[in-house]
């Protein structure tokens, strides 16, 4: 699967995004090479993600709630509050303006965001990740979070649809 890393117009932009994208692997944004198909609303999620039965663990319901509020927050402008629960090293190499230029690309490539539907999560390791489908105006993405059991956030990502968790 061809990976390509989105790169702002801004110089300081792109090797803050180059540098984040190679130091950890967790904080870039990339858009990959994978199909799209079609879209649920916010009531039937997406068809490109795989399905999954709900959460039963209150930890990764906690995670997905997390993950939607950010998404919001993102959605609103309000990115200092979309990394308010970011780890350490989320803190260094994803600031506050890096997370608003990254979404300003995102929709720059896949259109203004529209609406999302319902997250899905999946254990990794001692990580938790949830995927939020996102219906953009030009093509469906995904929004992805990986979580650390204390719920501080160890990676964000925005995709396209059906790229699939590793």
Same mark, same amino acid.
């Given at each position: 699967? *061809?990976?390509?890393?989105?790169?702002?117009?801004?110089?300081?932009?792109?090797?803050?995004?180059?540098?984040?994208?190679?130091?950890?692997?967790?904080?870039?944004?990339?858009?990959?090479?994978?199909?799209?198909?079609?879209?649920?609303?916010?009531?039937?999620?997406?068809?490109?993600?795989?399905?999954?039965?709900?959460?039963?663990?209150?930890?990764?319901?906690?995670?997905?709630?997390?993950?939607?509020?950010?998404?919001?927050?993102?959605?609103?402008?309000?990115?200092?509050?979309?990394?308010?629960?970011?780890?350490?090293?989320?803190?260094? *190499?994803?600031?506050?303006?890096?997370?608003?230029?990254?979404?300003?690309?995102?929709?720059?490539?896949?259109?203004?965001?529209?609406?999302?539907?319902?997250?899905?999560?999946?254990?990794?390791?001692?990580?938790?990740?949830?995927?939020?489908?996102?219906?953009?105006?030009?093509?469906?993405?995904?929004?992805?979070?990986?979580?650390?059991?204390?719920?501080?956030?160890?990676?964000?990502?925005?995709?396209?649809?059906?790229?699939?968790?590793?």
């Amino acid at each position: 699967m *061809k990976t390509t890393v989105i790169r702002n117009k801004s110089t300081s932009a792109t090797r803050g995004i180059a540098a984040t994208a190679a130091a950890v692997a967790a904080t870039f944004l990339a858009l990959t090479a994978c199909g799209s198909g079609s879209h649920g609303d916010q009531t039937n999620g997406s068809t490109t993600t795989p399905s999954t039965a709900p959460s039963t663990n209150p930890v990764q319901r906690q995670d997905n709630q997390l993950a939607l509020q950010m998404l919001d927050a993102i959605v609103r402008g309000d990115f200092a509050a979309a990394t308010t629960h970011f780890d350490s090293l989320m803190q260094q *190499k994803l600031t506050v303006s890096g997370l608003a230029s990254a979404w300003k690309t995102y929709q720059e490539a896949l259109g203004n965001y529209q609406s999302h539907g319902n997250p899905q999560d999946v254990a990794r390791g001692s990580l938790t990740v949830v995927n939020i489908p996102l219906q953009m105006a030009q093509a469906p993405g995904q929004f992805r979070v990986s979580f650390h059991n204390d719920q501080t956030v160890a990676g964000l990502y925005f995709l396209k649809a059906g790229v699939a968790v590793p």
